[in-house]
């Protein structure tokens, strides 16, 4: 890392103190956002809701106002614990956020984090409903820290938010036009592959919610294009049976114990996924519909023991 990122940073650390951050919308699963003034435009953590919500139900966070700037004065970082923040952007223990440009050079919307030290591994990132391409970053680095990460936007918009697909109700959804979506995302990990020299025998598909869904949609109708994917609460979305052979597909599917709307269909994607040939790995953990440390601790052990796995063979 040079010198001009980290005086930058330090920069934007004096700003910080100026400009009071606003508070953005969170939506973590499939129903509905009512306004439309409550469009994401910033990136969303899916770790931020951890232990505040616990009936299963979508945890929203209404946007702050602006506060009037104030005239920018000189801060000690030492003073106001900034230092701290700093060391640890620098050890790359935060991952700055707007590192990556959005690119739409593809079918896509999409980010591209390279990592310091990368191992070979791609991580292709598919977000819930109304979030954004941003929103399992910091999940993502967490688990897979020597990855390299592409972090795509859903290119659909309802009800103001941004998806994968139509929906009709929380738990039906506009057949043709995920077979659609999942046409043109099969299309944009083909371009992505070739633009970016990416093995698909080293990518994960790490989707949540929507996005899980929209990989299991893809695996059905386009089954060589994943080879492992890690769906978090996620359920069946095709209404047929395509018939796809899953066969050599690794698959991890984690639901929350307490998700009222989408736990009640995990049974049925684990039975659908291994009748298709793939070998799954079914976790239910302490949680409602969101992400949290339960989710990295699962996932980042199941990927350990599935590259191991892959080396042997």
Known sequence: MGKPYLYALIAGLSLASAYPASASVTADCDKPVMTKAQILTGAVDPLSNVGKNGSGACVQTPQAAMAAPEKVKAINIVATGSAGILKKAVKGDI???????????????????????????????????????TSLVSLATKIAPNALLVAVRGRVVQDGTSRWYKRLTPVSFDQKDIHSEAKAFAGFLKQATEKYKIDLNRTTYLGYSNGANLVGAVMMLYPDMVKQAVLLRSMPVLTEDTGANLAGARV???????????????????????????????????????????????????????????KKN
Do not use: C
């Open 252 to 310: 991890l599917t984690v639901s929350g114990a307490s998700d009222q709307t989408y736990a009640p269909f995990a049974p049925a994607l684990e039975t659908l996924l291994r009748s298709h040939g793939a070998r799954v790995e079914a976790r239910s953990i302490k949680s409602d519909h969101g992400l949290g440390s339960d989710d990295v601790k699962v996932v980042s052990e199941w990927l350990s023991g599935a590259t191991a796995q892959a």
């Open 95 to 133: 991952l700055p956020q707007g590192e990556s440009t959005l690119r739409d050079d593809l079918a896509f919307k999409y980010r591209i984090y390279r990592p310091e030290d990368p191992n070979g591994d791609t991580m292709v990132l598919l977000h819930g409903s109304g979030q954004d391409e």
